[in-house]
């Protein structure tokens, strides 16, 4: 079995001690780290580093983690965002959710949470190697699991994390209509009581990008893949 290389993290905050603390900790348990104080240090880090990831500060002193995350991810849709922020509103955390974010974690944090929440969110982005994918298929739609491709009618679809990983979900559960909650739980890791527009967010990016058909709304129960005809 091969193993896979150390995964990446970029740390995006301009406050010197908590990005001190946040480089520490990663190091400490295996991640390779780098580090930048503001919008423009991350987006020159993100095009010659090619992180696996980012752990990213909403208020930077020249811009904005809802902007630089919109540019991350035009220039990369498969790069993994985490927001790490003080803004702990509803309406942040749904705002940090629906841009596209894997995750995000409100100031104060625990520096254990913040490594477990990032080994959550590469466990799902970043396949282990030799961790026996397979290729998962539903009519004109194809997603591997081993190289994190999607196609659609023979050509490729780009996906961001949060996209590919409620795919493989509706996927593995062909045939089944899955509740907002259990979505929410195996996709997001979230409990239904704060975050429940999301599912309709990514439902819908879903359908955008492979098609309107593919996915069936049970109104009142769930979603799932519309069945094929053959």
Request: charged share 25%; proline share 3%; with cysteine.
């Amino acid at each position: 079995m091969t193993t896979a290389a150390p995964a990446t993290v970029l740390v995006v905050e301009d406050e010197d001690g908590i990005a001190d603390i946040l480089e520490i900790t990663l190091r400490f348990h295996g991640f390779t780290v780098h580090t930048a104080g503001t919008v423009q240090r991350a987006l020159e880090l993100a095009r010659e580093l090619q992180p696996d990831l980012v752990l990213l500060d909403v208020m930077l002193p020249d811009g904005t983690g809802w902007q630089l995350c919109r540019d991350l991810r035009a220039a990369r849709e498969e790069l993994a965002v985490i927001f790490l922020t003080a803004r702990d509103a509803p309406s942040d955390v749904l705002g940090g959710l629906a841009l596209g974010g894997d995750d995000y974690i409100t100031k104060p944090f625990n520096v254990d949470e913040v490594v477990a929440r990032v080994r959550t969110v590469l466990r799902r982005t970043r396949p282990a190697a030799g961790d026996g994918s397979t290729v998962l298929r539903h009519g004109e739609v194809e997603l591997d699991e081993a190289t994190f491709t999607v196609r659609r009618s023979g050509a490729a679809v780009e996906l961001t994390p949060t996209e590919y990983n409620l795919l493989r979900h509706l996927m593995r559960n062909s045939g089944r209509i899955l509740t907002k909650e259990q979505l929410l739980q195996s996709v997001w890791q979230y409990d239904s009581a704060v975050e429940s527009t999301v599912v309709e967010t990514y439902i819908s990016y879903l359908r955008r990008k492979l098609g309107a058909s593919l996915i069936e709304t049970r109104r009142g129960v769930g979603y799932g893949l519309r069945q094929v005809t053959p």
